[in-house]
Protein backbone atom coordinates (compact mmCIF):
# COMPACT_ATOMS: atom_id res chain seq x y z
CA UNK A 1 0.00 0.00 0.00
CA UNK A 2 1.71 3.22 -1.04
CA UNK A 3 1.35 6.33 1.41
CA UNK A 4 1.27 8.95 -1.01
CA UNK A 5 -2.13 10.84 -1.64
CA UNK A 6 -3.18 11.84 -5.29
CA UNK A 7 -5.14 14.25 -6.56
CA UNK A 8 -7.83 12.46 -5.86
CA UNK A 9 -7.31 12.71 -2.08
CA UNK A 10 -7.18 16.28 -2.02
CA UNK A 11 -10.38 18.03 -1.55
CA UNK A 12 -9.65 21.43 -0.11
CA UNK A 13 -6.60 23.04 -2.33
CA UNK A 14 -8.73 25.83 -3.56
CA UNK A 15 -6.22 28.78 -2.78
CA UNK A 16 -3.44 26.59 -2.28
CA UNK A 17 -0.06 27.30 -4.04
CA UNK A 18 0.82 23.47 -5.64
CA UNK A 19 4.30 23.27 -6.63
CA UNK A 20 4.35 20.82 -9.54
CA UNK A 21 7.64 18.98 -10.84
CA UNK A 22 6.98 18.29 -14.33
CA UNK A 23 9.11 17.05 -16.99
CA UNK A 24 9.42 19.39 -19.83
CA UNK A 25 12.92 18.80 -21.58
CA UNK A 26 10.96 18.86 -25.17
CA UNK A 27 12.87 18.91 -28.82
CA UNK A 28 13.43 22.68 -29.70
CA UNK A 29 14.35 24.44 -32.49
CA UNK A 30 15.07 27.65 -31.62
CA UNK A 31 12.74 29.03 -29.93
CA UNK A 32 10.13 26.75 -31.06
CA UNK A 33 8.74 23.09 -29.50
CA UNK A 34 9.03 20.75 -32.08
CA UNK A 35 7.26 17.79 -30.31
CA UNK A 36 4.93 18.53 -27.82
CA UNK A 37 4.09 14.91 -25.89
CA UNK A 38 5.57 15.46 -22.83
CA UNK A 39 3.66 18.76 -22.40
CA UNK A 40 0.06 16.82 -23.17
CA UNK A 41 0.86 14.30 -20.73
CA UNK A 42 1.31 16.98 -18.36
CA UNK A 43 -2.36 18.17 -19.53
CA UNK A 44 -4.70 16.24 -17.05
CA UNK A 45 -2.99 17.61 -14.17
CA UNK A 46 -2.96 21.58 -15.20
CA UNK A 47 -6.46 20.81 -15.94
CA UNK A 48 -7.75 19.48 -12.83
CA UNK A 49 -5.64 21.38 -10.62
CA UNK A 50 -6.68 24.87 -12.04
CA UNK A 51 -10.22 23.89 -12.21
CA UNK A 52 -9.92 22.66 -8.32
CA UNK A 53 -9.07 26.14 -7.83
CA UNK A 54 -5.30 25.61 -7.09
CA UNK A 55 -2.27 28.45 -7.77
CA UNK A 56 -0.20 25.64 -9.98
CA UNK A 57 3.41 26.37 -9.89
CA UNK A 58 5.70 24.57 -12.72
CA UNK A 59 9.12 22.94 -11.52
CA UNK A 60 11.20 21.72 -14.28
CA UNK A 61 14.86 21.54 -15.86
CA UNK A 62 15.97 21.39 -19.54
CA UNK A 63 19.51 20.61 -21.03
CA UNK A 64 22.52 20.51 -19.00
CA UNK A 65 23.59 24.59 -18.40
CA UNK A 66 25.88 23.67 -15.81
CA UNK A 67 24.13 26.06 -13.07
CA UNK A 68 24.23 29.06 -15.04
CA UNK A 69 21.93 30.54 -16.87
CA UNK A 70 22.42 29.32 -20.71
CA UNK A 71 19.61 31.71 -23.16
CA UNK A 72 19.13 28.44 -25.33
CA UNK A 73 17.83 26.67 -22.22
CA UNK A 74 15.33 28.96 -20.89
CA UNK A 75 11.86 28.04 -20.35
CA UNK A 76 10.37 30.82 -21.66
CA UNK A 77 9.24 29.35 -25.16
CA UNK A 78 7.94 26.14 -23.23
CA UNK A 79 5.67 28.38 -21.50
CA UNK A 80 4.50 29.93 -24.92
CA UNK A 81 3.79 26.18 -26.24
CA UNK A 82 1.89 25.23 -22.77
CA UNK A 83 0.01 28.40 -23.14
CA UNK A 84 -1.34 26.85 -26.14
CA UNK A 85 -1.53 22.96 -25.81
CA UNK A 86 -3.74 23.94 -22.12
CA UNK A 87 -5.52 26.93 -24.03
CA UNK A 88 -5.30 29.24 -21.19
CA UNK A 89 -2.08 31.47 -20.20
CA UNK A 90 0.69 30.04 -18.59
CA UNK A 91 2.60 32.95 -16.92
CA UNK A 92 6.34 32.90 -16.63
CA UNK A 93 8.97 34.06 -13.92
CA UNK A 94 12.52 34.69 -15.03
CA UNK A 95 13.92 32.89 -12.41
CA UNK A 96 12.76 29.61 -10.46
CA UNK A 97 14.37 31.09 -6.97
CA UNK A 98 14.60 34.37 -5.56
CA UNK A 99 12.27 38.16 -5.91
CA UNK A 100 11.31 36.81 -9.81
CA UNK A 101 10.05 33.90 -8.26
CA UNK A 102 8.20 34.81 -5.05
CA UNK A 103 6.74 37.86 -6.56
CA UNK A 104 5.43 35.72 -9.84
CA UNK A 105 3.60 33.00 -7.56
CA UNK A 106 2.17 35.76 -5.39
CA UNK A 107 0.52 37.28 -8.71
CA UNK A 108 -1.26 34.07 -8.76
CA UNK A 109 -5.22 33.99 -8.89
CA UNK A 110 -6.44 30.50 -8.34
CA UNK A 111 -7.06 28.83 -11.60
CA UNK A 112 -3.69 30.04 -12.57
CA UNK A 113 -0.73 28.15 -14.26
CA UNK A 114 2.84 29.85 -13.29
CA UNK A 115 6.18 27.95 -15.31
CA UNK A 116 9.27 28.83 -13.10
CA UNK A 117 12.69 29.51 -14.97
CA UNK A 118 14.96 26.09 -15.54
CA UNK A 119 16.04 25.28 -12.43
CA UNK A 120 19.38 23.79 -13.60
CA UNK A 121 20.42 27.58 -14.30
CA UNK A 122 21.13 26.70 -10.06
CA UNK A 123 24.64 25.06 -9.19
CA UNK A 124 22.12 23.61 -6.46
CA UNK A 125 19.80 21.65 -8.41
CA UNK A 126 22.15 18.95 -9.25
CA UNK A 127 24.24 18.85 -5.93
CA UNK A 128 20.52 18.60 -3.92
CA UNK A 129 21.19 21.58 -2.14
CA UNK A 130 19.20 21.66 0.89
CA UNK A 131 18.93 25.33 1.22
CA UNK A 132 18.11 25.13 -2.98
CA UNK A 133 15.41 22.94 -2.16
CA UNK A 134 14.18 25.16 0.75
CA UNK A 135 14.05 27.92 -1.37
CA UNK A 136 11.88 25.82 -3.82
CA UNK A 137 9.63 24.22 -1.17
CA UNK A 138 9.11 27.90 0.07
CA UNK A 139 6.97 28.62 -3.02
CA UNK A 140 3.99 26.12 -2.48
CA UNK A 141 1.65 24.82 -0.14
CA UNK A 142 1.90 21.07 -1.14
CA UNK A 143 4.02 19.12 -4.09
CA UNK A 144 2.57 17.25 -6.80
CA UNK A 145 4.99 14.69 -8.83
CA UNK A 146 4.24 14.74 -12.44
CA UNK A 147 7.24 13.96 -13.99
Request: glycine share 8%.
Amino acid sequence: MSSFKTLDDLDQIAGKRALVRVDLNVPMDGNRVTDTTRIDRILPTLRELSQKGARTVLLAHFGRPKGKPVLEMSLAPVAAALTERLGTPVAFAADCVGEAARVAVDALSDGDVLLLENTRFHAGEEANDGGFADELAALGDLYVNDA
